[in-house]
């Protein structure tokens, strides 16, 4: 049709859809106007009124019908067919309400996995930080790969970059936050003062600092809160705005409250408050803003690229920044690439992607194998209903309208499914956004479901819908209505149906699954074995900031001696030790250090020989952890400021670095200042960022040779945590009133590290289980069918005297065969994809024989449940009975 | 009473057509105007009018206007839109080729 057809045409048909009672009257009028001059022209020719009006009527060949012609005409029967459809299927569906609910639960599965695989996609990747023009911030990569990380490299990259508007930058700021009764122990974030003139956020009361108000540390003794800080603990009082909080004991001033959709420039938390970042030094006792070298001084740099500017360039010009800064200062610069992420997930933008790439990979895969079930479950329906589709094609329906029927089945299953699965996904996403996994992190999983959610479930179950509605309409369309009607059945069946070929794909898909999801709980049980180093069990780690509590580096190692005392008091405590910053595997916080051989003379990063990563230990420290010293002595109290510089390795350091475990005691090396250190002892090799990582090298050093006011102590004890866990914040408080206190087990702090491991596990778990009930559905629907279809049959086998055996194969054979090959091929994939799960889950081996024999024995029960009772249907079969009833 | 199909198929919409193209006209006064130029032969039926008119309009060909008639009732006016005009010609044209056939081979079965 043309254009100008549509012109006429669409409103007209909007007009009778959505004013049909002024169309309707219209055509009434009309109508009696013609009746009216009809009337009276009859009453001019003589005739009554009343014989004139019943000769007009006449003459109308029956004016209902015609008004129906003409409703006809205006298209109203588009709507009707459709409605005459939607109610036909649902009485037909009514009918059978066991296959009903199960095509709907199904498919509620299938779709309800995708929507919240999507949720996530949709919350980590799809949607930006609440700020304008989100996408063309960029920020530079944490980590290992930045070389952004000190305050003073910042100052040069932002002075000196020709690819960022502006930029500004920030730190994780983990303070003691006094309010006005007790410091608590606050996460927020140290920014450069320019920050929110970066972000272009407005203030949702008062103002925020600005780049002005900067001239260096302490210049602007300004905090302002997150909207949701101020709303738990100001209860959303504005008149906050002006008031002084204390921050490690040094005062602020509130300006102003952010407003509720920002939630700082990391979408996996909200912080409690931003500070300026120039006095971190001054709160926290450091000196990190005066070091080059540090690699922790800022957590992210970001900014808007100016217009035209593509990331590649900025990298380049991030680069030559680079290059110039280890040219200026070679020893505090290293030799690392920049990279740019974009600001929200920083370095985790890589992994993250890949995760949910994996999940959507699965969750399709879900889905494929659900449609391939219900293809087959309505390609079975459709063939037995042959007989009632024959009769309305023989009736004169036409093939269209028996096809939009069959559809309309199969989309309103989906369009319920889709419902389902969409409330139970949502209910879920709002779970897992309100989830805080863990204690004292400040951590969230943004996935609070959107409108994108439901716009992609309704496509997800209309596609579908049609997906597997189309799977029997060649059979209809084929369907020769004579042949069906006279003779009962749709003819003889092929070698290989295409039925066969759906069921099998679907168990390849499932047992794809089933595989990977052994392999990641095969993964997962092996990390939780695998060997730590240290022993976490029976230990409480107390978390102290000593800076909260207004102390500086100089005067923390006396007061740590103390506390180390008053604890190993306490009765029941059998070792305290104590580890600057946070022991191994803690919150995936761990740093390295750059160590130099002994006659090295030019400390620059590029001539290191190793980093391995460094601990500051107080003497009993390895007692304390349970880490076995190899060789050598432990630290004593005597290895202080004034003693010569000693050390502890661990084996690998010592294989390393001097070629063997007994060869190095006593040896020497430079650490990253140069100064020459004595290895005293060598300790048992562990893991210390992540459970994945290699063999890595470790280092130990006594603390007191390089103070911190941030340690935690770890108390091995015999008692009951909890109880000894209380006792140690007596103690501390009986020290120091002012200070916080966190006590946590160790094995508890080991959750974070395992978190996403065990998230791929508990996802991959249920998609796994999912798989399997999806094949059990499949195969079960199959042979449950297979048997119904050939009663007759296997009721004459079993009359000329059939075994059970013989009856089992006619009737079972193929569903079994198709089984083991989907099986098979299966297995095949799933050892393949299980390469791509190695980068999510730890210790994934596919090749294990027990994750093998495990799914094979899985598949095979799977079978075996699944045409338990369509077997014990056929086995049972009365022959008598059957043949009489035909 | 003649009804549609008494009328060669498609007939009903090309006489519409033809007799809107000469000025718009309601239901009533199309159905005099049909008798009056056909002389009677061609009979429509009153009630086959209007779903023919109603689908004509649906296709775009006509269009429909309330105004009022000489004795100031309301009543429904169709008109020929654009889009009528180039059916009209096209059907026009055909009708022409179909008749002059079907006359030929009428008269060759005479001959």
């Given at each position: 049709m043309r254009l100008e057809h549509w012109w006429y045409a669409v409103p007209l048909r909007l007009r009778s859809l959505f004013q049909r009672r002024r169309v309707e009257d219209e055509l009434d009028e009309e109508l009696q106007f013609h009746l009216d001059r009809k009337i009276e022209g009859l009453i001019v020719q003589g005739l009554t009124p009343e014989a004139a009006r019943k000769a007009a009527l006449r003459s109308m060949d029956g004016l209902t019908q015609r008004k129906e012609e003409c409703r006809d005409a205006r298209g109203w029967n588009f709507i009707e067919h459709i409605v005459q459809d939607i109610r036909y299927a649902l009485r037909v569906l009514l009918k059978s309400p066991g296959f009903t609910v199960v095509a709907i639960a199904t498919l509620a599965l299938a779709i309800g996995a995708?929507?919240?695989?999507?949720?996530?996609?949709?919350?980590?990747?799809?949607?930006?930080?609440?700020?304008?023009?989100?996408?063309?911030?960029?920020?530079?990569?944490?980590?290992?790969?930045?070389?952004?990380?000190?305050?003073?490299?910042?100052?040069?990259?932002?002075?000196?970059?020709?690819?960022?508007?502006?930029?500004?930058?920030?730190?994780?700021?983990?303070?003691?936050?006094?309010?006005?009764?007790?410091?608590?122990?606050?996460?927020?974030?140290?920014?450069?003062?320019?920050y929110f003139?970066?972000?272009?956020?407005?203030?949702?009361?008062?103002?925020?600092?600005?780049?002005?108000?900067?001239?260096?540390?302490?210049?602007?003794?300004?905090?302002?809160?997150?909207?949701?800080?101020?709303?738990?603990?100001?209860?959303?009082?504005?008149?906050?705005?002006?008031?002084?909080?204390?921050?490690?004991?040094?005062?602020?001033?509130?300006?102003?409250?952010?407003?509720?959709?920002?939630?700082?420039?990391?979408?996996?938390?909200?912080?409690?408050?931003?500070?300026?970042?120039?006095?971190?030094?001054?709160?926290?006792?450091?000196?990190?803003?005066?070091?080059?070298?540090?690699?922790?001084?800022?957590?992210?740099?970001?900014?808007h690229l100016k217009p035209g500017v593509t990331v590649a360039q900025a990298e380049a010009d991030l680069n030559a920044v680079s290059a110039y800064l280890r040219k200026t200062y070679p020893k505090e610069s290293g030799t690392r690439k920049s990279t740019l992420a974009h600001v929200g997930l920083t370095a985790f933008t890589r992994p993250v992607r890949a995760f949910v790439a994996g999940l959507m990979l699965l969750a399709g895969m879900i889905l494929l194998a659900a449609c391939a079930n219900l293809g087959n479950l309505f390609a079975a329906r459709a063939a037995d209903r042959s007989r009632e589709l024959a009769l309305r094609l023989a009736l004169g329906?036409?093939?269209?309208?028996?096809?939009?029927?069959?559809?309309?089945?199969?989309?309103?299953?989906?369009?319920?499914?889709?419902?389902?699965?969409?409330?139970?996904?949502?209910?879920?996403?709002?779970?897992?956004?309100?989830?805080?996994?863990?204690?004292?992190?400040?951590?969230?999983?943004?996935?609070?479901?959107?409108?994108?959610?439901?716009?992609?479930?309704?496509?997800?179950a209309l596609v579908s819908g049609l997906l597997f509605g189309i799977v029997p309409l060649r059979q209809v369309l084929r369907t020769d209505p004579y042949q069906i009607v006279k003779?009962?059945?749709?003819?003889?069946?092929?070698?290989?149906?295409?039925?066969?070929?759906?069921?099998?794909?679907?168990?390849?898909?499932?047992a794809v699954l089933v595989t990977s999801s052994l392999v990641a709980l095969r993964g997962l049980a092996r990390s939780m074995q695998s060997?730590?180093?240290?022993?976490?069990?029976?230990?409480?780690?107390?978390?102290?900031?000593l800076s909260m509590a207004g102390y500086n580096s100089d005067r923390a190692p006396a007061m740590q001696r103390r506390m180390i005392d008053a604890l190993q008091n306490i009765p029941g405590v059998e070792q305290v030790g104590m580890v600057n910053n946070y022991p191994p595997l803690v919150y995936t916080a761990a740093f390295r250090t750059n160590i130099f051989k002994e006659d090295a003379t030019d400390f620059k990063p590029a001539n290191a020989v190793s980093r391995p990563y460094k601990y500051d230990v107080s003497p009993g420290y390895f007692r304390a952890a349970g880490t076995a010293l190899v060789a050598g002595r432990d630290f004593s109290w005597h290895d202080d400021k004034d003693a010569p510089r000693v050390a502890v390795v661990n084996c690998e350091f010592a294989r390393r670095m001097f070629g063997s475990v007994t060869g190095a005691g006593g040896r020497y090396f430079?650490?990253?200042?140069?100064?020459?250190?004595?290895?005293?002892?060598?300790?048992?090799?562990?893991?210390y960022l992540s459970l994945t990582e290699d063999q890595e090298p470790a280092i130990f050093f006594p603390f007191q040779q390089s103070p911190l006011s941030f340690s935690h102590m770890i108390v091995r004890t015999t008692r009951d945590p909890q109880q000894i866990a209380a006792a140690m914040r007596r103690r501390i408080h009986e020290l120091d009133g002012g200070l916080p206190v966190e006590t946590q087990s160790w094995k508890t702090l080991l959750d974070v590290v395992l978190f996403p491991a065990r998230a791929a596990t508990m996802a991959l778990g249920v998609l796994g289980g999912m798989g399997a009930m999806l094949s059990i559905t499949g195969i079960f629907g199959m042979a449950a069918y297979?048997?119904?279809?050939?009663?007759?049959?296997?009721?004459?086998?079993?009359?000329?005297?059939?075994?059970?055996?013989?009856?089992?194969?006619?009737?079972?054979?193929?569903?079994?065969?198709?089984?083991?090959?989907?099986?098979?091929?299966?297995?095949?994939?799933?050892?393949?994809?299980?390469?791509?799960?190695?980068?999510?889950?730890?210790?994934?081996?596919?090749?294990?024989?027990?994750?093998?024999?495990?799914?094979?024995?899985?598949?095979?029960?799977?079978?075996?449940?699944?045409?338990?009772?369509?077997?014990?249907?056929?086995?049972?079969?009365?022959?008598?009975?059957?043949?009489?009833?035909? | 009473?003649?009804?549609?199909?008494?009328?060669?198929?498609?007939?009903?919409?090309?006489?519409?057509?033809?007799?809107?193209?000469?000025?718009?006209?309601?239901?009533?006064?199309?159905?005099?105007?049909?008798?009056?130029?056909?002389?009677?032969?061609?009979?429509?039926?009153?009630?086959?009018?209007?779903?023919?008119?109603?689908?004509?309009?649906?296709?775009?060909?006509?269009?429909?206007?309330?105004?009022?008639t000489e004795n100031n009732r309301r009543a429904k006016f169709y008109s020929l839109t654009r889009l009528g005009k180039r059916q009209l010609e096209k059907e026009a044209a055909a009708w022409m080729r179909l008749s002059d056939a079907i006359t030929q081979v009428v008269r060759l079965e005479e001959a």
């Amino acid at each position: 049709m043309r254009l100008e057809h549509w012109w006429y045409a669409v409103p007209l048909r909007l007009r009778s859809l959505f004013q049909r009672r002024r169309v309707e009257d219209e055509l009434d009028e009309e109508l009696q106007f013609h009746l009216d001059r009809k009337i009276e022209g009859l009453i001019v020719q003589g005739l009554t009124p009343e014989a004139a009006r019943k000769a007009a009527l006449r003459s109308m060949d029956g004016l209902t019908q015609r008004k129906e012609e003409c409703r006809d005409a205006r298209g109203w029967n588009f709507i009707e067919h459709i409605v005459q459809d939607i109610r036909y299927a649902l009485r037909v569906l009514l009918k059978s309400p066991g296959f009903t609910v199960v095509a709907i639960a199904t498919l509620a599965l299938a779709i309800g996995a995708n929507a919240v695989v999507f949720g996530i996609f949709n919350g980590l990747l799809l949607r930006p930080l609440a700020v304008p023009r989100a996408e063309s911030l960029w920020g530079t990569v944490y980590g290992e790969g930045s070389g952004w990380q000190s305050y003073l490299n910042y100052i040069d990259l932002r002075d000196r970059n020709r690819s960022f508007e502006e930029l500004a930058a920030w730190n994780f700021a983990f303070v003691g936050l006094d309010t006005g009764k007790q410091a608590v122990p606050s996460t927020g974030y140290a920014t450069t003062a320019n920050y929110f003139e970066v972000l272009q956020v407005k203030p949702y009361a008062g103002r925020f600092f600005r780049a002005s108000d900067d001239h260096g540390a302490g210049s602007m003794p300004y905090v302002v809160l997150t909207w949701a800080y101020w709303h738990a603990h100001f209860h959303d009082d504005r008149a906050v705005v002006g008031r002084t909080i204390k921050i490690n004991k040094h005062p602020y001033t509130i300006i102003g409250v952010a407003p509720p959709e920002f939630r700082g420039t990391l979408l996996f938390g909200t912080p409690d408050f931003f500070m300026p970042v120039v006095d971190q030094d001054l709160v926290n006792g450091g000196r990190e803003l005066t070091t080059r070298g540090t690699d922790h001084a800022l957590f992210e740099t970001f900014g808007h690229l100016k217009p035209g500017v593509t990331v590649a360039q900025a990298e380049a010009d991030l680069n030559a920044v680079s290059a110039y800064l280890r040219k200026t200062y070679p020893k505090e610069s290293g030799t690392r690439k920049s990279t740019l992420a974009h600001v929200g997930l920083t370095a985790f933008t890589r992994p993250v992607r890949a995760f949910v790439a994996g999940l959507m990979l699965l969750a399709g895969m879900i889905l494929l194998a659900a449609c391939a079930n219900l293809g087959n479950l309505f390609a079975a329906r459709a063939a037995d209903r042959s007989r009632e589709l024959a009769l309305r094609l023989a009736l004169g329906a036409s093939r269209i309208r028996v096809v939009r029927a069959l559809l309309t089945e199969a989309v309103l299953v989906a369009l319920a499914g889709g419902a389902a699965g969409l409330w139970v996904s949502v209910s879920l996403l709002q779970g897992m956004s309100t989830w805080q996994p863990f204690r004292g992190a400040p951590l969230q999983i943004p996935v609070a479901p959107d409108a994108r959610i439901y716009a992609v479930s309704l496509a997800l179950a209309l596609v579908s819908g049609l997906l597997f509605g189309i799977v029997p309409l060649r059979q209809v369309l084929r369907t020769d209505p004579y042949q069906i009607v006279k003779a009962g059945s749709s003819g003889p069946g092929r070698r290989i149906t295409m039925r066969d070929l759906l069921l099998a794909s679907q168990i390849a898909i499932c047992a794809v699954l089933v595989t990977s999801s052994l392999v990641a709980l095969r993964g997962l049980a092996r990390s939780m074995q695998s060997h730590y180093g240290f022993e976490p069990q029976s230990t409480v780690l107390a978390s102290i900031n000593l800076s909260m509590a207004g102390y500086n580096s100089d005067r923390a190692p006396a007061m740590q001696r103390r506390m180390i005392d008053a604890l190993q008091n306490i009765p029941g405590v059998e070792q305290v030790g104590m580890v600057n910053n946070y022991p191994p595997l803690v919150y995936t916080a761990a740093f390295r250090t750059n160590i130099f051989k002994e006659d090295a003379t030019d400390f620059k990063p590029a001539n290191a020989v190793s980093r391995p990563y460094k601990y500051d230990v107080s003497p009993g420290y390895f007692r304390a952890a349970g880490t076995a010293l190899v060789a050598g002595r432990d630290f004593s109290w005597h290895d202080d400021k004034d003693a010569p510089r000693v050390a502890v390795v661990n084996c690998e350091f010592a294989r390393r670095m001097f070629g063997s475990v007994t060869g190095a005691g006593g040896r020497y090396f430079r650490a990253t200042d140069g100064v020459r250190v004595q290895v005293v002892g060598i300790v048992d090799d562990g893991k210390y960022l992540s459970l994945t990582e290699d063999q890595e090298p470790a280092i130990f050093f006594p603390f007191q040779q390089s103070p911190l006011s941030f340690s935690h102590m770890i108390v091995r004890t015999t008692r009951d945590p909890q109880q000894i866990a209380a006792a140690m914040r007596r103690r501390i408080h009986e020290l120091d009133g002012g200070l916080p206190v966190e006590t946590q087990s160790w094995k508890t702090l080991l959750d974070v590290v395992l978190f996403p491991a065990r998230a791929a596990t508990m996802a991959l778990g249920v998609l796994g289980g999912m798989g399997a009930m999806l094949s059990i559905t499949g195969i079960f629907g199959m042979a449950a069918y297979s048997v119904s279809r050939r009663l007759k049959e296997l009721g004459i086998r079993m009359a000329i005297g059939a075994q059970r055996r013989e009856v089992l194969h006619a009737a079972l054979g193929r569903a079994l065969k198709v089984l083991a090959l989907g099986s098979i091929a299966g297995l095949a994939l799933g050892i393949l994809a299980s390469r791509v799960l190695a980068s999510i889950v730890y210790q994934a081996t596919p090749r294990d024989p027990f994750v093998l024999a495990a799914a094979v024995l899985v598949m095979s029960l799977l079978g075996l449940v699944a045409t338990w009772a369509p077997a014990q249907r056929a086995l049972s079969l009365d022959p008598l009975t059957l043949l009489r009833e035909e | 009473m003649s009804r549609p199909s008494d009328l060669v198929q498609g007939t009903l919409d090309l006489l519409l057509l033809k007799i809107l193209a000469l000025e718009p006209l309601n239901g009533w006064a199309i159905s005099q105007r049909l008798k009056q130029v056909s002389g009677d032969v061609l009979q429509v039926s009153d009630g086959s009018l209007y779903p023919a008119l109603h689908k004509l309009e649906q296709e775009g060909w006509i269009s429909a206007e309330w105004k009022a008639t000489e004795n100031n009732r309301r009543a429904k006016f169709y008109s020929l839109t654009r889009l009528g005009k180039r059916q009209l010609e096209k059907e026009a044209a055909a009708w022409m080729r179909l008749s002059d056939a079907i006359t030929q081979v009428v008269r060759l079965e005479e001959a």
